[in-house]
C-alpha cells in the first residue's frame, strides 16, 4: 500500500494494531503510561499556573495567611504522591518487565512470519528493505505510539481543565491560541512529510554505508581486508556513500528548519510573547479590569493552553507517521505465503518413488530467466550429480526442489502428485538438504546440529549420526559435550574446523533421514583433496538413499549414476561419466581443465 493510499481509517487501524498488543501483554503498565500525561497536565495547572495566581490575588487582596498555607499544603501532599511516588515505581519496576513482554511478542510475531515467507521474497529489493525496516522499527515503534497516544489524551485532558478556566475568565485567549493552533497544524502536517520522505532517502545510502563499516569490524572479513587491496576502494566507497548523505541532508533540512522557524517563532512566540502579553498589561494596569494575580493566572494559562493545544496538533500528525511505518510492518506480516499451506493437502502416500520436473522455468524478480523448461526425472536409490559452471542454476534448481520457490511454469511431481498441493511440512520432510552456507546458531551443541529444541532432540540417533559422520570420538577427544555452547557468545564456546563443520552437517543430515539427500555444494570452501573425502562419506552414507549432488566442481561425479550438466539455465547434457568423456562436449572439457589443476595442485604439495 503506497503512502498516498493510507486512509484515515486505516492511519487509525494502524495506531490500534500496535496499541492494541501492549494493552493484551502489559495491561497495567500501559494504561498507565496513556495516563501519565493527563495527571501531569492537570499537576501542572493546579501547582504551576492556578496556585501562582490564587497566592498573588491573596497578597494584592490581603487575606489570611492560613488560606493560603492550607491550599499550598493539600497541593503538596497531591503532588507528591501522584507525580513522585507513582512514577517511581513505574520507572523501576513495571516499566523494564512490561516492555520485555511487549517486544517478546512483537519480536515473536516478525520471528514466525520471516520463518514463513517465500525465499523469492527475500530477491525483491522493495520488499526486503520492507523486511529489514519492519525488524529495526517494531518494537521501539510501539513505544512511540504509546507515547503518542498518551500525549493525546494528556493534551486534550489539558485543553479543557485550561480552556474551561480561559473561557470564563478571557475568551480572546481561546481566538489567538485557536489561530496559532490552526497554522502549527498545517505546518506541521508538512514538516513531518518532508521529514519522512528526507528519512526514505537516506536509507538506502546509510544500509550501504553500514555494510562498508561492518567489513572493517567484523572478525569474519579480518583476513582478507588484511590480504587484500581493496581497502582503498572500501574507503573511496565509504566516502562517496557519506557525500550522498551530505548532499541529501544539506539539501532537505534546509526546507525543515524554514518550516520548524515558522512554526516555533512565527505561529508562537510572537503571538502570546508579543500580542497577547501586551493585551493582559494592558488590562491589568491601565485600565484595572482584573487583578495581578489573574493576569499571570491568565498568561500561564494560555502559555499552558498554546503549548498542549501546539503539542495536540504535533501528535496528530504523529498518528500518519506511525501509521506509515507501521503499514511496512503490518505488510510484512500480511503479507500471504504463495506455497501451499493447507494441513488437509493430500499428503504423500506410500514410499517415494520418483521426482520429476516437467518444462520447468524460473527467474527472480526482475531479472531474467535462471530456468529454461527443465525436464528431469530422478528415481528411487539413484544418484544424480547436478554440475555445472557458477550462475548455472543449480542452487535455485534445489530451492526449487525444496519448495522455497514455485515454478513460473511448468511443475514439480513426487510420485505424480504435483508439490504445490503439498504443505510445507510435508514438503520439507521429503529432503535432508546440506546448503554451502554453514549454518551453526550459537546455540548447544545438540540443538545446533540438529536444529531443534534439546527436550526434543532423539540424543541416541544423534549419538548414532556423530559416529557415522566420524565426530563423537572426535568430540571425546577434544571434551567437548553436547550440552556445550557453539560459538564465543558464551564462555567456554565450541569452535571448530571448517572440514568439522562439514562431518556435523553430514550428522544433521543423517539424522533428519529425508527420502532425498541433497547437497548443495557443502565442500566449496574445502581443498579438492578434503571435498573427495567429504564426499566419499557422504557416498558411504546414501546407500540405498535417492541423493542430489550439486557443484561447480566434479569429484562428486565419480559415484554418481547419472550427470546432468546445466549451462545458462538450460541441460545441455546428461549421462553417466563415462558416457559424457566419450562424448567429448562442454563436461569433458569442464573435467580435463579441473583434472590438470588438481594434479598440478597435488604435484605442488608433494602429495
Excluded at 58 to 75: N, S
Aim: glycine share 6%; proline share 3%; net charge neutral.
Amino acid at each position: 500500500m503506497s503512502e498516498q493510499n493510507i486512509t484515515v481509517k486505516r492511519t487509525v487501524s494502524n495506531n490500534w494494531f500496535l496499541l492494541k498488543i501492549a494493552l493484551q501483554e502489559a495491561p497495567l503498565y500501559t494504561l498507565q503510561e496513556l495516563t501519565t500525561r493527563a495527571r501531569h497536565r492537570v499537576i501542572v495547572f493546579i501547582e504551576h499556573i492556578y496556585m501562582i495566581g490564587y497566592i498573588v490575588n491573596c497578597i494584592q487582596y490581603e487575606r489570611p495567611f492560613t488560606d493560603v498555607l492550607w491550599f499550598v499544603l493539600a497541593v503538596f501532599v497531591g503532588v507528591t504522591l501522584v507525580a513522585q511516588v507513582l512514577p517511581n515505581y513505574v520507572e523501576t519496576r513495571l516499566k523494564p518487565l512490561s516492555l520485555e513482554k511487549i517486544h517478546l511478542r512483537i519480536r515473536r510475531e516478525l520471528y514466525r512470519k520471516a520463518a514463513q515467507i517465500d525465499l523469492k521474497n527475500y530477491d525483491d529489493p522493495a520488499y526486503y528493505n520492507e523486511f529489514v525496516w519492519a525488524m529495526g522499527e517494531a518494537a521501539e515503534r510501539t513505544e512511540q505510539v504509546i507515547g503518542s497516544c498518551a500525549v493525546f489524551i494528556g493534551e486534550i485532558v489539558g485543553i479543557l481543565v485550561t480552556g474551561a478556566y480561559v473561557l470564563t475568565q478571557d475568551p480572546l485567549g481561546l481566538v489567538l491560541t485557536g489561530i496559532s493552533v490552526l497554522a502549527v497544524l498545517l505546518l506541521s502536517n508538512l514538516y513531518n512529510k518532508y521529514r519522512l520522505q528526507f528519512q526514505e532517502k537516506m536509507k538506502t545510502l546509510e544500509r550501504k554505508r553500514d555494510y562498508i563499516s561492518r567489513v572493517f569490524y567484523l572478525p569474519e572479513y579480518a583476513k582478507e581486508l588484511r590480504l587484500s587491496r581493496l581497502k582503498p576502494k572500501l574507503y573511496e566507497e565509504f566516502a562517496d556513500t557519506s557525500r550522498q548523505l551530505r548532499e541529501i541532508a544539506a539539501k532537505e533540512t534546509k526546507r525543515l528548519a524554514i518550516l520548524s522557524f515558522c512554526m516555533n517563532y512565527c505561529c508562537s512566540t510572537f503571538v502570546f510573547e508579543g500580542i497577547y502579553l501586551i493585551y493582559l498589561l494592558f488590562q491589568a494596569i491601565v485600565r484595572g479590569a482584573i487583578g495581578y494575580g489573574t493576569m499571570v493566572t491568565l498568561y500561564n494559562s494560555c502559555y499552558s493552553l498554546r503549548g498542549c493545544s501546539q503539542s495536540l496538533a504535533w501528535v496528530l500528525t504523529q498518528f500518519p507517521e506511525h501509521g506509515r511505518y507501521i503499514e511496512k510492518i503490518r505488510h510484512f506480516l500480511e503479507c500471504p505465503a504463495q506455497i501451499c499451506q493447507d494441513e488437509k493437502a493430500e499428503p504423500v502416500k506410500g514410499e517415494f518413488k520418483e521426482l520429476s520436473l516437467q518444462k520447468v522455468s524460473f527467474s527472480y524478480p526482475q531479472g531474467e530467466q535462471v530456468l529454461k523448461e527443465i525436464n528431469l526425472t530422478i528415481r528411487r536409490g539413484e544418484k544424480i550429480a547436478l554440475v555445472g559452471y557458477n550462475g548455472a542454476g543449480k542452487t535455485t534448481l534445489v530451492k526449487l526442489l525444496c519448495g522455497f520457490y514455485e515454478p513460473e511454469e511448468g511443475g514439480i511431481y513426487f510420485n505424480g502428485i504435483n508439490a504445490a498441493e503439498f504443505s510445507r511440512a510435508q514438503r520439507y520432510s521429503l529432503f535432508s538438504v546440506v546448503f554451502q552456507e554453514v549454518f551453526f546458531p550459537p546455540v548447544r551443541v545438540d540443538e545446533s546440529i540438529v536444529l531443534q529444541k534439546a527436550a526434543c532432540v532423539d540424543q541416541d540417533r544423534l549419538r548414532e549420526a556423530l559416529k557415522k559422520a566420524d565426530m563423537w570420538d572426535a568430540f571425546q577427544e577434544m571434551g567437548i559435550t553436547l550440552d556445550q555452547y557453539r560459538g564465543n557468545l558464551k564462555k567456554g564456546g565450541v569452535e571448530l574446523s571448517g572440514g568439522q563443520d562439514q562431518r556435523l552437517l553430514l550428522a544433521r543430515a543423517l539424522y533428519q533421514d529425508g527420502g532425498i539427500l541433497v547437497l548443495d555444494e557443502p565442500t566449496a570452501a574445502l581443498d579438492p583433496i578434503a571435498e573427495s573425502q567429504v564426499y566419499d562419506a557422504y557416498q558411504k552414507f546414501s546407500d540405498g538413499k535417492t541423493s542430489v549432488f550439486i557443484s561447480h566442481r566434479l569429484a562428486s561425479t565419480g559415484f554418481s549414476d547419472r550427470i546432468v550438466l546445466l549451462d545458462r539455465g538450460k541441460i545441455v547434457e546428461m549421462g553417466s561419466h563415462q558416457e559424457l568423456m566419450e562424448k567429448n562436449g562442454l563436461y569433458a572439457e569442464m573435467f580435463r581443465i579441473q583434472s590438470s589443476y588438481y594434479q598440478a595442485e597435488q604435484e605442488g604439495t608433494g602429495a
